[in-house]
T-cell receptor, first 110, second 113 residues
């Protein structure tokens, strides 16, 4: 059974701070890693993907991958109240279906 | 492109009734996925198709659930008979080649009373 684990939160950070979201996965064969953002009552929206060890930056978002530790994280710099949402980590191997974590709820306090 | 289109957005039905959810994937996407989301279990894969062919339906909870994809632009998920424990948000998603991130539809919120 492939598993993706996330702390459910809520994670509360003040506006302007760095939010750090973490995810671990059980399948060592996982090759692709994604972060989705889901606002309350809305559908998941892809915000970052990462395929190799290290960091990948896109605007205020940085995804970090460590395959040896089976760990992937998402950093959000200069957090804004509009970043308040649930963040879902998802992984897959090749073209097998994505396995999702249950998500971490982030609350950015103005 | 209009994205992945699901209908209806909301469905309230009585226990024992048949429910049909519909999905139109993004044109050109060759993978289609049906997920169910609940607070307790998160996003669970029910079934997925590649080029209209069902590949894995092991996530379908019971024989009461069935899914079809008669062509590249349309899929249905049917529950017959429905039960209160089927209440959830059902998402359809599509993907190109299955190796890239998925695009989700807006979901169908199903309530079975």
């Amino acid at each position: 059974q492939k598993e993706v684990e996330q702390n459910s939160g809520p994670l509360s950070v003040p506006e302007g701070a760095i939010a750090s979201l973490n995810c671990t996965y059980s399948d060592r064969g996982s090759q692709s890693f994604f972060w989705y953002r889901q606002y309350s009552g809305k559908s998941p929206e892809l915000i970052m993907s990462i395929y190799s060890n290290g960091d990948k930056e896109d605007g205020r978002f940085t995804a970090q991958l460590n395959k040896a530790s089976q760990y992937v994280s998402l950093l959000i710099r200069d957090s804004q109240p509009s970043d308040s949402a649930t963040y879902l980590c998802a992984v897959n191997e090749g073209n097998t279906p994505l396995v999702f974590g249950k998500g971490t709820r982030l609350s950015v306090i103005a | 492109d209009a994205g992945v289109i699901q209908s209806p957005r909301h469905e309230v039905t009585e226990m024992g009734q048949e429910v049909t959810l519909r999905c139109k994937p993004i044109s050109g996407h060759d993978y289609l996925f049906w997920y169910r989301q609940t607070m307790m279990r998160g996003l669970e894969l029910l079934i997925y198709f590649n080029n209209n062919v069902p590949i894995d339906d092991s996530g379908m909870p019971e024989d009461r659930f069935s899914a079809k994809m008669p062509n590249a632009s349309f899929s249905t998920l049917k529950i017959q008979p429905s039960e209160p424990r089927d209440s959830a948000v059902y998402f359809c998603a599509s993907s190109l080649e299955g190796v890239y991130g998925y695009t989700f539809g807006s979901g169908t919120r199903l309530t079975v009373v």
